[in-house]
């Protein structure tokens, strides 16, 4: 028997004797130093290799770790083992062993060995929309595209780089790029008006489920206009990220910010607002579902033009068992102005990078 083996029995048997014993719940405290400490150590950093025979123990005094990732995936690994979202066999299952209330209380615990509250906590980063801005800073690449259904012949795609810089921060860059139907030309590829941006959460609380972020981005003039590929001038886009849990695994989403162009000339400042409502269906212990309807619309500054509405029912699906690759997609349906303006299909490819490389954790 190894030292691995013999841990994970003897952790077992520490918290199955006691509770047959005692008959009631342990606090999250008791339960972590009897089932976690012996590989997690007292204080959260790891016991040394001497001891557990285990390479590699995450540290849970580091805040960038044991605060991104929501409470149902830490509860999955510890009731399930580490294999449930393709992590190290190491991490033994629990859930024989100990209650819900239990698991859940030793994971409270086990938050609070991260010494700051500046960040926010990952039970606060919502299912990513497909347009609306998500108020949690994180480290994601994100590779969207949209599709003409009807009408003049479109797809155009952008990259989006987001990587977090702080407890609270975000830089992102943004690259368009695709494939236009040029009336007179035919179809022609394109690159689109690059956007460097940041992001800082200004409050999170998850005791209300609420957080609230600023954020801003510069669009440069790296796209013609002539074929449809940009607006011909830098644009400054400033905006307000706004998230909250609601009762039974819902919550909501809104941004609201305006496009500001250098040259009025060449290109309208407009004000938009996007909200967005979703549910969280969880799959047992495997697949994430999250069904949203979002609805956007903007309105131009200048002249008395009607203000465009569309509604995008989607779905978002984890694909990776470490749900850090996830697949969404929908339909941009307008609601007004349809002899002008066409649905469009919209879906995005998403890899968490935090978590590990793109092939890692299937």
């Given at each position: 028997?190894?030292?691995?083996?013999?841990?994970?029995?003897?952790?077992?048997?520490?918290?199955?004797?006691?509770?047959l014993a005692q008959g009631a719940p342990r606090s999250g405290a008791e339960v972590y130093r009897q089932a976690c400490a012996s590989c997690h150590a007292s204080d959260g950093r790891g016991a040394p290799r001497q001891v557990t025979g285990i390479e590699a123990i995450p540290d849970f005094t580091v805040c960038a770790f044991v605060t991104r990732e929501p409470n149902p995936d830490w509860y999955a690994v510890a009731h399930e083992g580490g294999p449930v979202r393709a992590f190290a066999q190491t991490m033994p299952a629990f859930g024989g062993a100990l209650?819900?209330?239990?698991?859940?209380?030793?994971?409270?615990?086990?938050?609070?060995?991260?010494?700051?509250?500046?960040?926010?906590?990952?039970?606060?980063?919502?299912?990513r929309p497909l347009f609306t801005e998500k108020?949690?800073?994180?480290?994601?690449?994100?590779?969207?595209?949209?599709?003409?259904?009807?009408?003049?012949?479109?797809?155009?795609?952008?990259?989006?780089?987001?990587?977090?810089v702080s407890a609270r921060g975000q830089l992102e860059l943004i690259v368009p790029f695709g494939f236009r139907d040029v009336e007179g030309t035919g179809w022609r590829p394109g690159l689109g008006d690059i956007a460097l941006g940041t992001k800082w959460a200004l409050l999170h609380s998850l005791r209300t489920g609420t957080?609230?972020?600023?954020?801003?981005?510069?669009?440069?003039?790296?796209?013609?206009?002539?074929?449809?590929?940009?607006?011909?001038?830098?644009?400054?886009?400033?905006?307000?990220s706004?998230?909250?849990?609601?009762?039974?695994?819902?919550?909501?989403q809104l941004q609201v910010g305006a496009e500001i162009p250098t040259q009025t000339s060449v290109a309208e400042p407009e004000l938009f607002w996007r909200?967005?409502?979703?549910?969280?269906?969880?799959?047992?212990?495997?697949?994430?579902?999250?069904p949203m309807i979002e609805l956007l619309a903007a309105r131009e500054l200048e002249g008395d033009k009607p203000i465009p509405w569309d509604l995008v029912p989607q779905l978002q699906v984890t694909l990776s068992r470490?749900?850090?690759?996830?697949?969404a997609g929908g339909v941009q349906i307008p609601l007004n102005e349809t002899e002008t303006r066409k649905p469009q299909v919209v879906f995005y490819l998403l890899w968490d990078t935090f978590d590990g490389t793109f092939f890692a954790g299937w």
């Open positions: 028997m190894t030292a691995r083996h013999l841990l994970t029995l003897l952790s077992l048997l520490v918290l199955v004797v006691p509770a209650s819900e209330a239990e698991i859940k209380g030793a994971l409270d615990h086990i938050r609070a060995f991260c010494p700051s509250k500046h960040w926010p906590r990952g039970d606060l980063n919502f299912p108020a949690f800073p994180e480290d994601e690449a994100v590779l969207s595209t949209r599709v003409a259904s009807k009408g003049q012949g479109e797809v155009m795609s952008k990259l989006v780089f987001e990587k977090r957080i609230l972020s600023l954020a801003g981005e510069v669009i440069l003039p790296t796209g013609r206009k002539d074929q449809g590929f940009g607006k011909g001038t830098t644009v400054f886009e400033p905006f307000l706004f998230g909250q849990i609601l009762p039974g695994h819902t919550f909501l909200a967005v409502v979703g549910i969280s269906l969880h799959q047992g212990f495997g697949r994430l579902w999250a470490r749900h850090h690759v996830r697949l």
